[in-house]
């Protein structure tokens, strides 16, 4: 079996994937309470390097979505059809993810919960539609 490819887990994004590993999504904040994903070493709205790190809530809205009908990693091949979505937590930073529901279940604006899963002993953010 292939395996999955890893995050390249940089002195900049440890704290993001150390976050994951204890169970909490975080992002980062500068002095202006400007917030973003993925990890930066500096606020990409001021430049500022001033910033702290905060937990999400967990809850996202999808934006947008595409599923891959064809695998560009082996590693991928058995979850064909898959989807690549764009997130918006409610706190305001975007992040690519993958949503835990079937493809033509997926509607843009729906209201998601973080779902943080193991693979292959690796911790990922994904989400699932909140039910109503
Ligand atoms: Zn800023």
Request: proline share 6%; net charge negative.
């Amino acid at each position: 079996m292939t395996e999955f490819p890893r995050p390249d887990v940089t002195d900049t994004s440890r704290t993001f994937w150390d976050a994951l590993n204890e169970g909490r999504l975080v992002f980062q904040e500068c002095e202006q309470q400007h917030r973003w994903l993925p990890a930066r070493d500096f606020c990409p709205n001021c430049l500022s390097d001033q910033f702290k790190y905060v937990n999400a809530a967990g809850r996202a809205k999808l934006l947008s979505w595409v599923v891959y009908n064809s695998a560009m990693n082996d590693a991928f091949k058995e979850q064909v059809p898959y989807n690549v979505a764009l997130v918006q937590l409610e706190e305001g930073p975007k992040m690519m993810t993958n949503i835990l529901a079937p493809n033509d279940e997926l509607k843009a604006d729906m209201d998601l919960q973080l779902e943080i899963v193991n693979q292959d002993n690796f911790k990922l953010a994904k989400f699932k539609p909140i039910l109503k």
